[in-house]
């Protein structure tokens, strides 16, 4: 549940994480809502896991066979949610997320593009302050 999730997010948070860098593709994408969850609701907890999160979420956001469309949707989501946490924590990972996303921008999927273009240049703002 969510209230649970939401309630204990600094004992929770690091279970996220490494669940997200398994090499388990099952692991990955039933972690990745509820780490949605905690991004839309308390952003701030997720700073001390950055650089930990990005190249994972960056990873989700690649086509495969067998990652669907709402997983990628949702590791870009997160990627947007990030940048709006201060410059000086998300600096480090500014360049590698313009230029990952890329990838993103040739998604067969519409609302996946959508989303990659609208996070893209969000980050690529960021880039020109």
Not at 9 to 14: M, Q
Not at 44 to 49: L, R, S
Not at 107 to 125: F, G, I, Q, S, T
């Amino acid at each position: 549940p969510k209230a649970l999730l939401l309630g204990d997010v600094a004992s929770v948070l690091p279970l996220l994480t490494q669940a997200l860098s398994s090499d388990n593709e099952s692991t990955k994408t039933s972690a990745l809502p509820s780490l949605a969850a905690v991004v839309e609701n308390n952003l701030d907890a997720t700073e001390p896991f950055l650089l930990t999160l990005v190249p994972v979420l960056l990873e989700l956001t690649k086509y495969r066979p067998g990652l669907s469309a709402r997983h990628r949707a949702l590791a870009i989501d997160c990627l947007l949610a990030f940048a709006s946490l201060p410059y000086n924590k998300i600096h480090l990972v500014r360049a590698k997320v313009t230029r990952q996303l890329q990838t993103a921008l040739d998604d067969p999927k519409r609302p996946v593009r959508r989303r990659a273009v609208e996070c893209r240049n969000r980050w690529l703002v960021l880039q020109n302050v």
